[in-house]
T-cell receptor, first 115, second 112 residues
Framework: AQSVTQPDIHITVSEGASLELRCNYSYGATPYLFWYVQSPGQGLQLLLKYFSGDTLVQGIKGFEAEFKRSQSSFNLRKPSVHWSDAAEYFC?????????????FGPGTSLSVIP | SAVISQKPSRDICQRGTSLTIQCQVDSQVTMMFWYRQQPGQSLTLIATANQGSEATYESGFVIDKFPISRPNLTFSTLTVSNMSPEDSSIYLCSGGTGGGYTFGSGTRLTVV
């Protein structure tokens, strides 16, 4: 079964600074990988996803993530953070080729942005 | 990507009662999933719902407590039965095919 960890429970950055949120997964083959964002009181929004191909994935809102098989990682990055990026970020992993193709979520990283 | 409508968006229920949550997808999807998000926590998968067969439940979740229906490829319901305050959470459905899943907006349930 797949699993995912997010080592950072909470991160604080200044507006305009760069951001990197870490995600590590465990799965025997190449998984599906996702980053979701959840703003306070809001639903989940898909930022980007990786299925195969180019390991650098571009998403919405200026986010990108890089799949590194050797490190079992899928870190999320943004070159310049905006105050509106303050939210909870979830990394998730799916297991292609399994019977139910379910998606498991990491514990989340809470991002605070200092004006 | 599919668009999922989920209702109710929130409810306050008495302990011992049941609540049924509905999810309608605007296109046919192979898989639908139900998650629970307890306050301040991540999403925990409750079960996977495949059309025409019984749902598959994750460890710690049972059909008697969380019965699920999946009558067709665009609709699913989750019932939270015999509720207690510990069931107070956000419940979300998700659907899609081939790993490209979208989420409903969630049902915020408070049990008093």
């Amino acid at each position: 079964a797949q699993s995912v960890t997010q080592p950072d429970i909470h991160i604080t950055v200044s507006e305009g600074a760069s951001l990197e949120l870490r995600c590590n997964y465990s799965y025997g083959a190449t998984p599906y990988l996702f980053w979701y964002v959840q703003s306070p009181g809001q639903g989940l929004q898909l930022l980007l996803k990786y299925f195969s191909g180019d390991t650098l994935v571009q998403g919405i809102k200026g986010f990108e993530a890089e799949f590194k098989r050797s490190q079992s990682s899928f870190n999320l990055r943004k070159p310049s953070v905006h105050w509106s990026d303050a939210a909870e970020y979830f990394c998730a992993v799916g297991a292609p080729g399994t019977s139910y193709d379910k998606v498991i979520f990491g514990p989340g990283t809470s991002l605070s942005v200092i004006p | 990507s599919a668009v999922i409508s989920q209702k109710p968006s929130r409810d306050i229920c008495q302990r011992g009662t049941s609540l049924t949550i509905q999810c309608q997808v605007d296109s046919q999807v192979t898989m639908m999933f139900w998650y629970r998000q307890q306050p301040g926590q991540s999403l925990t998968l409750i079960a996977t719902a495949n059309q025409g067969s019984e749902a598959t439940y994750e460890s710690g979740f049972v059909i008697d407590k969380f019965p699920i229906s999946r009558p067709n490829l665009t609709f699913s319901t989750l019932t939270v039965s015999n509720m207690s305050p510990e069931d107070s959470s956000i419940y979300l459905c998700s659907g899609g095919t081939g790993g490209g899943y979208t989420f409903g907006s969630g049902t915020r349930l408070t049990v008093v």
